[in-house]
């Protein structure tokens, strides 16, 4: 295999210290992480998380290339996650980054966190010209391809799914991550509780719908059906949005990608929509929805084969690099 | 007979007492629990026909309501044979785009200035029909003059054209806000330009300088 071609991805866009190695010829041969944990009530401070990745950071790569248990020679490129997250926790990965590359005197590759998601997920679904609902701590978007971009069909207007999961479980003192202790204590629940359920078009907003929760919370309702409820209605705005836009792109395919593709409910939900739309469903398996290095490794295999690196001096963090600023070279018509 | 099955209703072509009307049908939908569910579709049902019957009271284009079952959740209404905008914007030459643009940008001027807001502009809600064009689809919709509202409105069509007629978003969406300001004068124009400018940023990853040169009119 002569033409087979290897990457060596850092993902430091959040929480997540990652590093991933990926082949062309073999998808992905290493993915070892390490998460910063807030405290207990707190959210992720953007300066602890770095500390947390530059603390770790020697011991991840360490893992990973034991992992790899070939030459790190044959690394034919290193790629870091640009952007779009937070600066502090960025700039850290991007530092290691550049002295890898520097040191191996390999190329280095910028890679955009949300199109990483998207990509590997294509890789291990098989999905090819997807509808893609987007859904993390760091996004909520709905996105499909067209003419060398992912155009964005719909989106959140204030904060991301995972974040009103988040910050409504440290509220309810649930422990961290959010999302799937909101999620088992959803099971339990049954009564609906009435909150604001706000569509915009295609866009949502979960700002007032997490303010009205909070409410409830304090008007003491139950957690267990608040928990439910907030999902109920939550997930059913993505799913309607994620609906009309399926319904106006006619896509024949829907791929749920993001940390709170986990959810089961949500995967339920969504596959509903695609199934009464004669679209293939697919979801990210589990063990890669969150973040990771392997995203950047994949997807860095796909820059790199388009030509397409950046030099150290130039190879600032884009904290705030949009999904839809990003030309896609690789992607068939 | 089923015409369109959209994401928020399905579309029947019937005969209703002798004359051809589209029966439009908000469909439970499985993935919303029951509670969620029930309400969304009755209020919606509401909304639409009141707002659409004042949008015709004040002269927008907008099909004539027959009736309506809340229990069914069903709105029944003349049939408008005419294609929808998204489908047209492909064909014209590039000054009929850009007057196509310049009435759509009119039409959601007359409606702000009747207290009205679509809540969902797309070009997929409005028909060509005799070179006028008719909007439809007002379930989102709202009586208000709040700005952040209208704002919105503009936000939806903006992301329209930037998503799905991006090879000519430039050109048409300065037409549109140009029609839409001759509609509602220089001064409540520019405050809802700004404010759109506003919510953009308030969205993820969005910054300044990058979204500001879209808004040259």
Redesign the interface.
């Known amino acids: 295999m002569a033409s087979e071609i290897i990457c060596l991805g850092i993902e430091s866009t959040a929480h997540t210290f990652g590093i991933g190695i990926a082949s062309s010829e073999n998808g992905v041969l290493v993915d070892v992480k390490s998460v910063y944990k807030p405290p207990f009530g707190a959210g992720i401070h953007p300066r602890e998380a770095a500390q947390h990745h530059c603390e770790e950071a020697p011991s991840v790569l360490n893992q990973a290339l034991k992992e790899f248990s070939r030459k790190i020679d044959s690394v034919d490129a290193v790629a870091f996650s640009m952007g779009p997250g937070l600066g502090p926790a960025l700039r850290t990965g991007a530092t290691v980054a550049r002295a890898l590359a520097t040191w191996l005197n390999k190329p280095l590759v910028p890679v955009h966190h949300a199109i990483a998601h998207i990509e590997l997920a294509s890789l291990l679904t098989g999905a090819k010209d997807p509808l893609v609902i987007l859904v993390s701590g760091g996004h909520t978007t709905i996105t499909a391809y067209a003419d060398r971009r992912w155009r964005v069909f719909g989106e959140t207007e204030d904060i991301t799914l995972g974040n009103l999961l988040d910050v409504f479980a440290r509220e309810s003192s649930l422990p961290s991550p959010g999302g799937p202790a909101v999620e088992s204590l959803a099971k339990k629940g049954g009564k609906f509780i009435d909150l604001p359920y706000v569509v915009k078009g295609n866009d949502v907003s979960f700002s007032g719908l997490l303010t009205a929760a909070k409410k409830k919370l304090q008007m003491n309702c139950d957690l267990k059906d608040l928990c439910h409820s907030l999902q109920e209605v939550a997930f059913s705005m993505v799913a309607e949005t994620s609906e009309r836009a399926l319904a106006f792109t006619e896509k024949k395919e829907v791929l749920l990608v993001g940390g709170v593709a986990a959810n089961e409910r949500l995967q339920q939900m969504i596959s509903e929509i695609a199934c009464e739309h004669n679209a293939s469903f697919y979801v990210v398996p589990k063990r890669y929805s969150g973040d990771c290095g392997a995203q950047i490794a994949w997807t860095a295999l796909l820059v790199y084969r388009s030509g397409i690196e950046i030099k150290v001096e130039k190879s600032y963090v884009k904290p705030k690099w949009r999904l839809d600023q990003v030309a896609i070279p690789w992607r068939d018509e | 007979m089923l015409i369109k099955?959209?994401?928020?209703a399905n579309l029947y072509l019937e005969k209703w007492h002798g004359i051809k009307a589209i029966i439009k049908k908000r469909m439970p939908?499985?993935?919303?629990?029951d509670?969620?569910d029930t309400k969304?579709r009755q209020t919606r049902t509401v909304r639409e026909a009141q707002l659409i019957h004042n949008a015709r009271t004040v002269g927008i284009p907008s099909p004539i309501i027959y009736a309506i079952d809340l229990e069914k959740t069903t709105i029944i209404m003349k049939y408008i044979e005419g294609i929808r905008v998204k489908d047209v914007l492909n064909s014209p030459t590039f000054e009929k785009k850009q007057e196509l643009c310049y009435q759509i940008g009119q039409l959601i001027g007359q409606l702000h200035n009747a207290g009205m807001i679509h809540?969902?502009?797309?070009t997929?809600n409005m028909i060509v029909f005799k070179n006028r064009i008719y909007l439809l689809d007002f379930g989102?919709g709202d009586h208000s003059i709040d700005l952040e509202e209208r704002g919105?409105d503009l936000?939806?069509i903006k992301?329209?054209f930037?998503?799905?007629h991006?090879?000519y978003f430039k050109p048409c969406f300065a037409a549109l806000t140009k029609g839409y300001k001759q509609e509602v004068g220089e001064e409540i124009s520019s405050e809802v330009m700004k404010r759109l400018r506003d919510?953009e940023r308030?969205?993820?990853?969005?910054?300044r300088g990058?979204l500001h040169e879209d808004y040259e009119v």
Do not use: F, H, M, N
């Not at chain 2, 809540?119 to 797309?122: A, V």
């Open positions: 099955k959209g994401a928020e939908k499985k993935y919303r629990i509670e969620l969304i809540g969902d502009l797309t997929s989102l919105v936000l939806l992301r329209a930037q998503s799905a991006y090879k919510i308030r969205g993820r990853y969005t910054s990058e």
